[in-house]
């Protein structure tokens, strides 16, 4: 026991007590699995097979979370990391920058895995057979973030949130904001009449702050161009559109002729690429349930073989609805939900529609390993699945996934 660690009994532990814990496995959300004397502990800022002192920063019925502020025994996949501000006390952005790179490529894949056992119910040599990596984005892991929301504290001077908090912790640098974002003055100047300041860096302009109501801006993807509002949604990665557009495409093979849905469709990234598959002959349905993501869809896709719907996707995928409002039976399915996933409903709503493919691209391993499970349930199997780094130095990856009756 170390002089920084306390002698306490598991069920005595308070915020702010430290012990020295043996870190385990890692888990979904940035941090990684470590017990002390039977209980759980999610430690952030550790390493699988590290000793460390860990401080208690919540406790809850099941769990405790806590976060590694001194290493007894480091990883040999630890480095310093290169921010000042990613530690305990500091920003929450960046929870993987004391994770060597390579290595944070194998923690996602290590996540994602656990995810679909876990969740999915898919048996190891199932997963095994997948070859799940993470695949490196090109352009680095610095300097990639082209949408940041800075906050401003009390003092009015611009930061970032801690870690499940809202409290703002003031910075000079964001290391892994775009360059041109970096070159702006917002981080050097006062905010005394707002706490929220989001800056864009857009493909067809400069970084410039979103103003209120938001302006419109231009992004390049997959050969085409598109009109958006700043405010709206659009990957974060300057790589990651075209990407994801071609991993899709890949897993789908849409054929001409072929009638493809697009839910959550947002701008119409994924419906402009299938409506050139599908070409005349066939059609591209986009659905999407946000004000700005509909007019930007309906502006960016007109005069292609493309329609787009203005709900919710669960609503729009009610079979009970009047013959007329139907979705036409498609023959493959973009199905890109939110964070959240899409969801048990949605996911038989898919089913019931009887396409040959589903291509699911998904932001979030646990929520996708929950609608993997409702397919799988449903006789439909998982038959490939790619994995990017669209957010280095950070827990979250984006996956791409096959999904078959």
Request: one cysteine or more; glycine letters at 8%.
């Amino acid at each position: 026991m170390t002089d920084t660690a306390v002698a306490v009994q598991a069920d005595e532990l308070y915020e702010g007590d430290r012990v020295e814990v043996t870190v385990g496995p890692v888990a979904h959300g940035g941090h990684c699995v470590a017990r002390h004397a039977g209980r759980v502990i999610f430690v952030r800022h550790a390493l699988p097979g590290e000793r460390v002192v860990t401080e208690i920063t919540e406790v809850h019925k099941a769990y405790l979370r806590g976060d590694a502020v001194e290493v007894l025994q480091a990883s040999a996949d630890r480095i310093t990391p290169r921010c000042p501000y990613a530690h305990a006390d500091g920003c929450g952005g960046c929870d993987l920058q004391h994770v060597a790179p390579p290595a944070q490529l194998d923690w996602k894949a290590a996540v994602v895995r656990e995810q679909l056992v876990r969740l999915g119910r898919l048996a190891e040599e199932e997963v095994d057979a997948l070859a799940v990596r993470v695949e490196a984005l090109p352009g680095g892991d610095e300097g990639w973030r082209t949408r940041v929301r800075y906050r401003a504290d009390a003092a009015a001077r611009p930061g970032l949130l801690k870690h499940r908090s809202n409290e703002v912790v003031a910075i000079d640098r964001c290391r892994i904001a775009h360059p041109d974002i970096q070159a702006l003055d917002v981080l050097s100047r006062r905010w005394p009449e707002t706490d929220v300041i989001d800056v864009v860096r857009p493909a067809g302009g400069p970084a410039q702050l979103v103003q209120e109501p938001p302006q419109e801006i231009a992004e390049r993807a997959a050969g085409h161009d598109f009109r958006i509002s700043a405010g709206g949604f659009w990957q974060v990665h300057p790589a990651a559109a075209d990407i994801l557009v071609q991993a899709v495409l890949a897993q789908l093979d849409p054929q001409p002729g072929e009638h493809a849905w697009d839910l959550y469709g947002g701008a119409g990234l994924f419906a402009a690429a299938l409506a050139d598959r599908v070409g005349v002959t066939g059609h591209v349905t986009v659905v999407e349930a946000a004000r700005d993501g509909v007019a930007a869809a309906r502006a960016n896709l007109a005069g292609r073989p493309v329609s787009v719907i203005a709900a919710p996707v669960e609503k729009a995928l009610h079979r009970d609805r009047r013959p007329q409002q139907r979705l036409p039976r498609p023959d493959v399915v973009v199905l890109d939900p939110p964070r959240t996933g899409a969801g048990a409903a949605v996911v038989r709503g898919v089913i019931a529609a009887g396409p040959r493919a589903v291509a699911y691209v998904a932001c979030d391993p646990a929520a996708f390993a929950r609608d993997v499970r409702t397919f799988r349930e449903a006789g439909w199997r998982l038959a490939a699945l790619r994995a990017f780094d669209c957010f280095p130095q950070t827990h979250h990856v984006e996956c791409v996934a096959l999904l078959v009756p």
